[in-house]
């Protein structure tokens, strides 16, 4: 779980920084082309590839429109706008699997994790009684010690499933501001393209 949780911070966090810097090269940049090269050193960033998508798209449709040549009706071009919301949706739902991969097994742990650890207690304790019946004697020495060994795997399942739980919280609401950002973008990119293109 140490190990999830640590490649899981590392990996929102480079998406987050990454989609900082593309949104501020995004506003300052005055040609589409230009932020594409940005976006393309950003492989990180789900905003940029969320760009990447629509404007390979956006390529698409102008290239069509061109060989419609001036003939194409107010239709196609609405057809066209759609392409690309169709295109930055199918890739912000990619890049939300991405930022949500292994969440799940966080929550696996966080929720399992107690309950095999009360198992185990169960168990040690359940043994610990039968040594003490054979032993014939139920004295403080000999219920201590095995009940403190049946212990401790509840105290070790605790220690991984706080940290799971913990983490699991934390990332999943970076993630969920990420997918915000990812939906704010969307409609910023579909305005421009709008006032621009079509």
């Given at each position: 779980?140490?190990?999830?949780?640590?490649?899981?911070?590392?990996?929102?966090?480079?998406?987050?920084?990454?989609?900082i810097t593309?949104?501020?090269?995004f506003?300052?940049?005055?040609?589409?082309?230009?932020?594409?090269r940005?976006a393309?050193t950003?492989?990180?960033?789900?905003?940029a590839?969320?760009f990447?998508a629509?404007?390979?798209?956006?390529?698409?449709v102008?290239?069509?429109?061109?060989q419609?040549?001036?003939?194409?009706?107010?239709h196609?071009?609405?057809?066209?706008?759609?392409?690309?919301?169709?295109?930055?949706?199918?890739?912000?739902?990619?890049?939300?699997t991405k930022?949500?991969?292994?969440?799940?097994?966080?929550?696996?742990?966080?929720s399992?994790?107690?309950?095999?650890g009360?198992?185990?207690?169960?168990?040690?304790?359940?043994?610990?009684?039968?040594?003490?019946?054979?032993?014939?004697k139920?004295?403080?020495?000999s219920?201590?010690?095995?009940?403190?060994?049946?212990?401790?795997?509840?105290?070790?399942?605790?220690?991984?499933?706080i940290?799971?739980v913990?983490?699991?919280?934390y990332?999943?609401?970076?993630v969920?501001?990420?997918?915000?950002?990812?939906?704010?973008?969307a409609?910023?990119?579909?305005n421009?393209?709008?006032?621009?293109?079509?």
């Amino acid at each position: 779980a140490l190990f999830v949780i640590f490649y899981k911070l590392v990996a929102i966090s480079q998406a987050q920084s990454q989609s900082i810097t593309f949104l501020d090269r995004f506003w300052e940049s005055k040609r589409l082309d230009d932020i594409f090269r940005v976006a393309e050193t950003l492989k990180y960033s789900p905003l940029a590839a969320m760009f990447r998508a629509g404007y390979i798209e956006l390529s698409k449709v102008k290239k069509g429109q061109v060989q419609q040549s001036e003939s194409g009706t107010m239709h196609d071009k609405m057809d066209g706008l759609e392409n690309i919301e169709r295109a930055l949706a199918r890739a912000k739902v990619s890049e939300t699997t991405k930022l949500e991969n292994l969440l799940p097994f966080l929550a696996t742990v966080g929720s399992a994790a107690p309950f095999v650890g009360l198992f185990g207690t169960v168990w040690g304790i359940m043994e610990a009684f039968t040594k003490i019946q054979a032993a014939g004697k139920a004295d403080l020495a000999s219920v201590a010690g095995p009940i403190g060994e049946a212990l401790i795997a509840t105290a070790a399942s605790l220690a991984a499933a706080i940290p799971a739980v913990v983490a699991y919280n934390y990332f999943n609401r970076r993630v969920k501001v990420l997918g915000a950002e990812m939906q704010t973008f969307a409609s910023d990119y579909l305005n421009i393209v709008k006032r621009h293109f079509f």
